[in-house]
T-cell receptor, first 112, second 114 residues
Framework: GENVEQHPSTLSVQEGDSAVIKCTYS??????FPWYKQELGKRPQLIID?????GEKKDQRIAVTLNKTAKHFSLHITETQPEDSAVYFC???????????FGKGTRLSVIA | DTAVSQTPKYLVTQMGNDKSIKCEQN?????MYWYKQDSKKFLKIMFS???????INETVPNRFSPKSPDKAHLNLHINSLELGDSAVYFC?????????????FGPGTRLTVT
């Protein structure tokens, strides 16, 4: 089955700097890659996703890139703000009803 | 107007007890899920139901039994609780079973087994 590795496990950046979180996956059939954000004590929420027919997707300060050949995808957050501090999860799945497999999360701390 | 709600929010119980967690969604979604998040924040799917039918059943001890009385509700019953069951359990729902639909998570139930 699918296996998703996520790095780093913790990341501290100064406010205004960029943050990059990287994930690799094992199943070449996977073609859907969402990112979820979980603030402290809160529920996970989808922030962005990308499908395998697209190499990059942007939404304001957040972007995700996908390299299907290398089987890795990354989350990029620019101009970080304190409210970006949270745990970020990547996930992967082949299409259809196959369940999402989550990475182990990255705790991002944005220092003001 | 909470989208996905769970009760209780906290549950503290002793080993060997049986407990239930309830989940309800008012989004009109067809698909509901149970996830377990352990102390290291690892998020793993346990079950998924679509229109009251079980469609995903990951490797979960059979002490865990989900029940979906209708497509707006998915409850989780746990028998003979063990220390290792301590975790946060999240219910989620999505428009349909295709994994590309956004999953909306509930607030979580923190289960502590002593």
């Amino acid at each position: 089955g699918e296996n998703v590795e996520q790095h780093p496990s913790t990341l501290s950046v100064q406010e205004g700097d960029s943050a990059v979180i990287k994930c690799t996956y094992s199943d070449s059939a996977s073609n859907y890659f969402p990112w979820y954000k979980q603030e402290l004590g809160k529920r996970p929420q989808l922030i962005i996703d990308i499908r395998s027919n697209v190499g990059e997707k942007k939404d304001q300060r957040i972007a995700v890139t996908l390299n299907k050949t290398a089987k890795h995808f990354s989350l990029h957050i620019t101009e970080t703000q304190p409210e970006d501090s949270a745990v970020y999860f990547c996930a992967a799945s082949p299409s259809g009803n196959t369940p999402l497999v989550f990475g182990k999360g990255t705790r991002l701390s944005v220092i003001a | 107007d909470t989208a996905v709600s769970q009760t209780p929010k906290y549950l503290v119980t002793q080993m060997g007890n049986d407990k239930s967690i309830k989940c309800e969604q008012n989004l009109g979604h067809d698909t509901m899920y149970w996830y377990k998040q352990d102390s290291k924040k690892f998020l793993k799917i346990m079950f998924s139901y679509n229109n009251k039918e079980l469609i995903i059943n990951e490797t979960v001890p059979n002490r865990f039994s989900p029940k979906s009385p209708d497509k707006a509700h998915l409850n989780l019953h746990i028998n003979s609780l063990e220390l290792g069951d301590s975790a946060v359990y999240f219910c989620a729902s999505s428009q349909g079973p295709r994994i590309t639909y956004e999953q909306y998570f509930g607030p979580g139930t923190r289960l502590t087994v002593t």
